[in-house]
């Protein structure tokens, strides 16, 4: 399977806790996007790397949160002292610079109690 | 800043009726504009976009959404559903080497 990959798939942890998620792009692709998709929403866009430098973060990314992508090939995204609102779907997608079109991974369900 | 309304949140429709999920969006830089499906308990997959040229675009399943600039547009259709067609679909939009912004979804109920 040559897809974007997400690991765990399921998290469950304790308010205050810290977690972190790993995000696999496509092979070839070089730009990889963070999103968070809640209860009845559409995802919404966290975080975008082209390479392994951050291009832009939404405000939605607080101080909480941080997300590397150190070679540019798998990223992570970190959530420092968990609250129960960031319960959510992270979502990870890819990209090419040639074709624009995003492929999604299958998400990471954090669940805080 | 770009947004996208979806305007319906559920849409129901009997077995081999057509169906239209309404899609306006809002940018004022040239956009693409994107349809993604979500299968239950599945992750998002694109189902149709437009970037440029032709105005309708076609999906392999049989749904069409058409590019109306001049009504800020991009309704997702389809001439007979199918059970299978189940899902929660997404319009959403961008700029070019931009992030993707998503409508709040429409989720499709197929009746028998």
């Known amino acids: 399977d040559t897809g974007v990959s997400q690991d765990p798939r399921h998290k469950i942890t304790k308010r205050g806790q810290n977690v972190t998620f790993r995000c696999d792009p496509i092979?070839?692709?070089?730009?990889l996007y963070w999103y968070r998709q809640t209860l009845g929403q559409g995802p919404e866009f966290l975080t975008y790397?082209?390479?392994?430098?951050?291009?832009?973060k939404s405000r939605l990314l607080s101080d909480r949160f941080s997300a590397e992508r150190p070679k540019g090939s798998f990223s992570t995204l970190e959530i420092q002292r968990t609250e129960q609102g960031d319960s959510a779907m992270y979502l990870c997608?890819?990209?090419?610079?040639?074709?624009?079109?995003?492929?999604f991974g299958p998400g990471t369900r954090l669940t805080v109690t | 800043a770009q947004s996208v309304t979806q305007l319906d949140s559920q849409v129901p429709v009997f077995e081999e009726a057509p169906v239209e999920l309404r899609c306006n969006y809002s940018?004022?830089?040239?956009?693409?504009l994107f349809w993604y499906v979500q299968y239950p308990n599945q992750g998002l997959q694109l189902l149709l976009k437009y970037l440029s040229g032709s105005t309708l675009v076609e999906s392999i399943n049989g749904f069409e959404a058409e590019f109306n600039k001049s009504q800020t547009s991009f309704h997702l259709r389809k001439p007979s559903v199918h059970i299978s067609d189940t899902a929660e679909y997404f319009c959403?939009?961008?700029?070019?080497?931009?992030?993707?912004?998503f409508g709040k979804g429409t989720r499709l109920h197929i009746l028998p």
């Open positions: 997608a890819s990209s090419s610079q040639q074709y624009y079109e995003q492929y």
């Open positions: 092979s070839e692709h070089n730009r």
């Open positions: 940018s004022s830089v040239s956009v693409y």
């Open positions: 959403a939009v961008s700029g070019r080497d931009d992030k993707i912004i």
């Open positions: 790397f082209q390479n392994e430098a951050q291009l832009e």
